[in-house]
């Protein structure tokens, strides 16, 4: 089962917004509101910041948003800041396999 | 405060076999799923098996089954990971994670370990 696909890269300046899409199939991300991101700074242990398409956990900016279209989904960040630099990774569940699969991972710049 | 910590990883020989520990503490931990997720040197993250709160279902990656056992153990708060026949592909850093939910459905891993390192090598 191949990892879902997301840009390897996007870059923004400070106070800009970015958005990093997700694609899937249909036995997964077009299903399933299973949908889940994840912010990796190197060195770290990653941190969940939307989960079921939508919902951010406590503690997590209102800068981060998510949402889906058909088979792909996009996290949304905005009002860019320097600490937002880091890998992102979209998650979801497949019905292929019955259990989980991550997207590549996108690398954001903050110029 | 959630607290997952994995131990266990070591430098290991092609072919042989390894066990990873997560112990947890901070939450009800036979209230929920636990998963291993795995980031190789350079390379995404990769989700590996995942395991429901009373081990009624099991997943596991295609890249691991019929090599890797997960299991868990409710009363001693703590996550398994066996790995057998280890390959080199199998080199990475192997974080313990929490799910927010009582399936093994990952509906979002609230709570990461630190990792533990396995390097397959000879």
């Known amino acids: 089962q191949s990892a879902l696909t997301q840009p390897a890269s996007v870059s923004g300046s400070p106070g800009q917004s970015i958005t990093i899409s997700c694609t899937g199939t249909s036995s997964d991300i077009g299903t399933y509101n299973l949908i889940s991101w994840y912010q990796h700074h190197p060195g770290e242990a990653p941190k969940l910041i939307i989960f079921?398409?939508?919902k951010r956990p406590s503690g997590i900016s209102s800068r981060f948003s998510g949402s889906k279209s058909a088979n792909t989904a996009s996290l949304t960040i905005s009002g860019l800041q320097s600490e937002d630099e880091a890998d992102y990774y979209c998650?979801?569940?497949?019905?292929?396999?019955?259990?989980?699969?991550f997207g590549g991972g996108t690398k954001l710049t903050v110029l | 405060e959630v607290n997952l910590v994995e131990i266990g990883g070591t430098l290991v020989q092609p072919g042989r076999s390894l066990r990873l520990s997560c112990a947890a503490s901070?939450?009800?931990?036979?209230?929920?799923?636990m998963h291993w997720v795995r980031q190789a040197p350079g390379k995404g993250l990769e989700w590996v098996s995942g395991?429901?709160?009373?081990?009624?279902?099991?997943v596991y990656a295609e890249s691991v089954k019929g090599r890797f056992t997960i299991s868990r153990d409710n009363a001693k708060n703590s996550l398994y990971l066996q790995m057998n026949s280890l390959r080199r592909e199998d080199t990475a850093l192997y974080y313990c994670?929490?799910?927010?939910?009582?399936?093994?459905?990952?509906?979002?891993?609230?709570?990461w370990g630190q990792g533990t390192l396995v390097t397959v090598s000879s």
């Open positions: 395991i429901s709160w009373n081990s009624g279902s099991i």
């Open positions: 079921e398409v939508t």
């Open positions: 901070g939450f009800k931990f036979d209230m929920f799923a």
């Open positions: 998650c979801s569940y497949s019905d292929v396999i019955t259990s989980v699969l």
């Open positions: 994670v929490k799910d927010m939910g009582e399936a093994e459905v990952g509906t979002g891993f609230d709570y």
